[in-house]
């Protein structure tokens, strides 16, 4: 599991020529992002000033990562390109396939029992064209990545949206789909907008209940679930380097609930300790070569409002502990408010489960603050009113926290230790009673909490906070539970409170790990064999996407009409149909099936033009498709929030659907849709979004003169006869106009590798 110091060496002799002459093209300092940014163009000049928020850009990744569940068709994908090996450093992680429900060992066997088609794929294909594989149970891929490959001033992408998580480590990593992947994979740039510049001023000092989570709770609170998107968010100040590596890690790896394209901080010694505690001295003493290029310039630092387009300013030593939810992980609410908040909104006090950990709060660190508050409960004689389950984020933390004693303090409260890897963070929890769908409440450390995400249960209450934050609530039992001021009742009968969080940000006596989980790849993979069988469920070799016949799109059908927050979980459902993500037509029969229909309030229930009849929207749209009838999908704001899912894109696109138009896109989401050779466009007048009607037919007018920066008219014939014209706008640049021409990017790729 080497970390490639000959790609760091030669990007650290690049970096500074790059930031130099960018710093003389624009004259004027440079933020950490933009350093990032301009020494990884793929054009030989770095100097070129781009317009935030607006040019299109090429760039060179360092490296990329892929969990298993967007592995699959990520690397699918991959073997349809014509390459023999990866061109960039990839890895592998799975830790998306596991199931909790009963504890670590008979998790993960069953896991490997019933995914082993899925693992062995994922293995052979790594070992044929040069991909590093990480094994069931080696731990989840963010904290993987932290630990062993995330470096100051690198870029890299992954099919995942919390890849943001590096950003801790100084890094501008960012969450793609898998086709974005595919293209770096076989050597061809990364495209991306040119972010904006978001800059968070963090000054004074953490004390007592307050962590690093609460920083980014805040700022959820602050930006929303959308006041990120397209932008960089950039840590600095006093503040920022008071904290922890892997507290960075949680900060930025919850920047991809605001829609942030990535979040990062400047190099500082808390990196520069990491590191080193992770057996990357060699890294630290390069970095510390070049340290002044990797942070913004002071004089960014010192008049932030001239460099960024938005500055927000923290003081870390009057933040309160934050609680967040329920059901979107931007309803900020600070701990001492709380039961005032929840018996107002009738949210259920009664706290059923605390979980801890997932990628973005399983570090040693948090697990040894949370761990104290565990250990006052044993040591004061309160027993837990919840369940408590944990989650490690590598074998590496888990056998280090194991050995210093931290599980067991949790194990004396009866704590259930899952698997290292995501488990209820992304649905892969079998949690008990969860089918009978009541009303209940749970605490966890996770970054997502949208409806019926953790366990299924659309009534379930899930609230984002910290670790320690967790252990001190579901110690309690009580959702309004303030630690700073409320008192406990032990077994005694005695009022007792709880000390606030101590820990250690790296363990004293260092890491240390029997098997990481780590698989090298053959030096050689020409004879390693891969196979599909026809007849599997879980794997499907594909097939390209039909490309553009020219001509105008008409006669299309209304799909459905979606209201409100319409996330990559509704239209492609993790949890159960995990299974089926490497095998597009199963996994289609869960399209859109968590989207609300505008004209019934209903989920999956949608008129079907063919009969008249309601039903469920994949079935009704195989009709559509079968009757060689095209569909479109209307959304509102934000549409595709969440996850990196191209699933959420492959899925519509494989079942006929051909345009996606809605209020506002998350920009991973409309990026998955133009790879996938689908229309993405947004209403030039939001209200236009209600003159779509159930029985609308549609004709596109103007696609044959499909050019950048030039709006698209859509007829949407109603029913009685009337018309209504629709002006749509959109992104495309002239490369993703060949995407759709082609059929899909991938159509192109193998084009081009076989002409």
């Not at 040119?194 to 989570?213: A, D, H, Q």
């Not at 990120?228 to 919850?254: H, P, Q, R, W």
């Not at 960014?300 to 960024?308: M, W």
């Not at 229909?597 to 079907?608: I, L, M, P, W």
């Amino acid at each position: 599991m080497a970390f490639d110091i000959d790609m760091i060496k030669s990007v650290y002799s690049k970096l500074p020529k790059r930031v130099e002459a960018a710093r003389k093209a624009t004259g004027k300092p440079l933020t950490l992002s933009e350093k990032i940014l301009y020494s990884h163009l793929t054009e030989g000049d770095p100097s070129k000033p781009y317009q935030r928020g607006e040019s299109y850009v090429d760039f060179e990744p360092d490296r990329i990562a892929c969990q298993d569940a967007t592995a699959q068709m990520a690397l699918l994908q991959f073997m349809q390109a014509g390459k023999d090996k990866v061109a960039v450093p990839t890895t592998v992680h799975c830790d998306h396939l596991i199931q909790a429900k009963i504890g670590a060992a008979a998790d993960l066997q069953n896991a490997i029992n019933t995914s082993n088609e899925v693992f062995n794929f994922l293995e052979s294909v790594s070992n044929k064209y040069g991909i590093g594989f990480w094994k069931p149970g080696a731990g989840i891929i963010h904290q993987v990545v932290l630990e062993n490959y995330a470096f100051p001033g690198g870029m890299m992408i992954g099919t995942d949206s919390h890849t943001v998580n590096a950003g801790g480590l100084g890094m501008v990593a960012v969450g793609v789909g898998g086709a974005d992947a595919v293209d770096v994979m076989a050597g061809m740039p990364w495209e991306l907008k040119f972010p904006k510049l978001i800059g968070v001023k963090l000054t004074g000092k953490m004390n007592g209940w307050t962590s690093s989570k609460d920083v980014i709770l805040k700022v959820a609170g602050i930006l929303t679930v959308k006041g990120g998107t397209g932008a960089i968010v950039e840590y600095f100040g006093d503040g920022a380097k008071s904290l922890s590596c892997t507290g960075k890690g949680t900060i930025c790896n919850m920047g991809a609930e605001i829609g942030a394209t990535t979040s990062t901080f400047g190099y500082d010694e808390a990196m520069e300790r990491y590191l080193r505690a992770t057996d990357r001295a060699e890294i630290a003493d390069l970095a510390n070569g070049i340290k002044e290029h990797l942070t913004g310039d002071d004089e960014v630092y010192a008049n932030p409002e001239q460099y960024f387009d938005q500055v927000i300013e923290i003081d870390l030593s009057t933040l309160s502990p934050h609680v967040n939810g329920p059901f979107t992980p931007d309803l900020a609410t600070p701990v001492a408010e709380m039961r005032e908040k929840a018996v107002a909104n009738d949210w259920p006090t009664k706290v059923e489960w605390g979980l801890i950990g997932s990628c973005t709060n399983s570090s040693y660190e948090d697990l040894s603050r949370a761990a104290s508050i565990a250990q006052q409960a044993v040591d004061k004689g309160l027993k837990p009113k919840a369940e408590f389950g944990i989650n490690p984020g590598s074998e590496q933390v888990r056998y280090t926290v194991e050995r210093d004693g931290i599980l067991n303090v949790f194990e004396k409260l009866g704590t259930t230790i899952f698997t290292n890897a995501c488990g209820p963070c992304i649905g892969q929890w079998a949690r008990t009673g969860a089918d009978k769908q009541e009303k209940n409440t749970i605490v966890h450390s996770f970054n997502r909490n949208f409806a019926k995400r953790a366990d299924g249960n659309p009534n379930t209450h899930a609230f984002v906070t910290s670790p320690e934050m967790v252990a001190a609530i579901a110690i309690s039992g009580d959702l309004g539970f303030n630690p700073i001021t409320d008192t406990l009742t032990n077994e005694k009968g005695e009022q007792v409170k709880l000390n606030p969080p101590v820990g250690d940000e790296l363990p004293s006596k260092g890491f240390d790990v029997e098997d990481p989980g780590f698989q090298a790849p053959a030096a050689d993979g020409s004879s390693v064999q891969i196979n599909v069988a026809e007849d599997s469920k879980r794997l499907q070799l594909l097939a390209g996407f039909a490309p553009w016949d020219g001509k105008n799109i008409t006669g299309a059908r209304l799909l459905i009409k979606a209201q409100g927050k319409c996330t990559t979980d509704h239209i492609s459902m993790a949890g159960p149909w995990l299974r089926f993500r490497g095998h597009l037509d199963n996994i289609a029969d869960n399209t859109l099936i968590g989207a609300v229909n505008a004209f019934n309030g209903e989920t999956d229930k949608v008129k079907s033009q063919l009969t008249g009849e309601y039903g469920p929207v994949p079935a009704t749209q195989r009709a559509y498709k079968a009757a060689g009838i095209p569909t479109i999908v209307v959304g509102d704001h934000n549409y595709g929030e969440g996850s990196s899912r191209e699933h959420a894109a492959m899925q519509p696109r494989h079942l006929g659907v051909r345009a996606v138009l809605v209020k506002s896109f998350a920009r991973i989401h409309e990026t998955n849709l133009k790879k996938q050779g689908m229309l993405a466009l947004t209403f030039a007048n939001e209200s236009d979004y209600d003159k779509v009607l159930e029985d609308d037919t549609f004709d596109f007018v103007d696609l044959e003169n499909f050019a950048p920066g030039k709006p698209l008219t859509i007829v949407a014939k109603h029913a009685d006869g009337s018309e209504d014209s629709i002006s749509t706008n959109h992104t495309y640049n002239d490369s993703q106009i060949d995407w759709f021409k082609a059929g899909s990017a991938l159509n192109l790729i193998k084009k081009q590798n076989n002409a």
